[in-house]
């Protein structure tokens, strides 16, 4: 069987390394925020123009401590997407906001240009957390335009898109402020689960390390409210020597992968996204028109494990019952659509060239 995500392949690769990051850290004996903490936000800042980075426990805490840090209070409302991990909604109930959900476009991303129209209609909602699917960035120029011309807060979430950028523009370099995550199956994955928050404003990203730290200014003084939301030693020192050493080669891998099924699948009945934007490959989705079912029963009897990002519409979730606790700024016909046709094809690092053909061979024998 051909994994969605080969965790086991994974080790194998990176075995040695992350037990001696482990022996490291343990021979030092601090196991919360200290030097593998503090040198991987080091290591990160690049990507987002030298931003700081302020690591912490997971992603959804990252996109807590972005939405308190610029201010998102209860009552307030959030436009964002229909068809992301809940963890982007999770995060916007968290803080007590109301997530308003707007459509997405061909490639599955929210839409710019109507989530544009949308926030000049409607003042009230001064706040926009955008998500970059899949590993594609968003277009930068359009996200400028939001936050130029109609004054909005952008939040962006690349969770799926680290390292991902438009010309020279990083995924997250846009906006007031952006979260990712680590996540063991992010292209960026630790060995469970981890974080960081990176802010425009310097004053911004010093409360926000207070803020993972009980919200302490300093020890036993306590200026903010605040979470328990600290990456590992363990994790940094991991990230640090066992996966950061080997993320650009990984990328080119999903690259490469990626370059092969969009030149050599060949279906009527499935459709492949173009791309228009950089993307780091996370996700290699297919729209399978009918019957996604019957499709990934196929592939399965073939041998290849797939995935769907995301079955369910996050406004049709059952916490959501009774239609209470969000708001719709447009119909979501194109959501409605990805949600039932979306298919996600192994793009893992550690495919061979063997499970690559046999991924390529399983879609196109499927005939609907
Ligand atoms: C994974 C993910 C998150 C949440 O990250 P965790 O580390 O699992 O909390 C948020 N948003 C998106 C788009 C994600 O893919």
């Not at 972005?66 to 307030?76: I, K, N």
């Not at 001064?126 to 400028?144: A, E, M, T």
């Not at 940094?236 to 030149?263: D, Q, S, T, V």
């Not at 298919?343 to 690092?349: A, K």
Request: charge should be positive.
């Amino acid at each position: 069987m051909i994994a969605f995500f080969d965790a086991c392949r994974q080790w194998a690769e990176i075995q040695r390394d992350v037990i001696k990051a482990i022996d490291r850290v343990g021979r030092r004996g601090r196991w919360v925020l200290d030097r593998e903490v503090s040198l991987f936000e080091r290591k990160l800042s690049p990507w987002f123009n030298g931003r700081p980075v302020v690591a912490c426990a997971s992603g959804l805490d990252a996109l807590e401590l972005a939405l308190r840090g610029v201010g998102v209070a209860p009552g307030d409302r959030v436009l964002t997407t229909p068809v992301s991990a809940f963890a982007t909604t999770q995060a916007i109930l968290r803080v007590g906001a109301l997530p308003v959900f707007s459509d997405v476009d061909a490639s599955g991303l929210i839409d710019l240009n109507l989530a544009y129209q949308v926030l000049r209609r409607n003042p009230a909602i001064r706040y926009f957390l955008p998500v970059h699917l899949y590993g594609q960035s968003l277009d930068p120029v359009k996200l400028i335009q939001i936050q130029r011309d109609l004054g909005v807060t952008i939040i962006e979430d690349c969770a799926q898109a680290l390292g991902s950028h438009v010309g020279d523009r990083g995924a997250g370099t846009t906006g007031a402020v952006a979260a990712v995550s680590f996540y063991p199956t992010k292209n960026l994955g630790a060995l469970g689960d981890g974080g960081a928050v990176i802010f425009r404003s310097k004053t911004l990203a010093k409360q926000a390390r207070w803020r993972r730290d009980y919200g302490q200014k300093e020890k036993y003084c306590h200026v903010t409210f605040g979470m328990n939301s600290r990456l590992d030693e363990l994790q940094a020192a991991i990230l640090n020597r066992a996966m950061l050493p080997r993320f650009a080669r990984w990328n080119e891998r999903r690259a490469h992968i990626a370059k092969r099924y969009c030149g050599e699948i060949r279906s009527s009945s499935l459709h492949i996204p173009t791309f228009q934007r950089s993307t780091t490959w996370h996700i290699f989705p297919v729209y399978v028109r009918e019957n996604r079912v019957s499709f990934v029963r196929h592939m399965k009897r073939r041998g290849v494990q797939t995935a769907v990002h995301y079955p369910t519409l996050i406004p049709r979730q059952p916490l959501f019952r009774r239609g209470k606790g969000f708001e719709f700024a447009t119909r979501l016909l194109r959501a409605e659509d990805i949600v039932r046709q979306e298919v996600s094809l192994p793009v893992h690092p550690w495919m061979t060239e063997r499970d690559i053909d046999c991924v390529i061979s399983a879609v196109r024998a499927w005939k609907e």
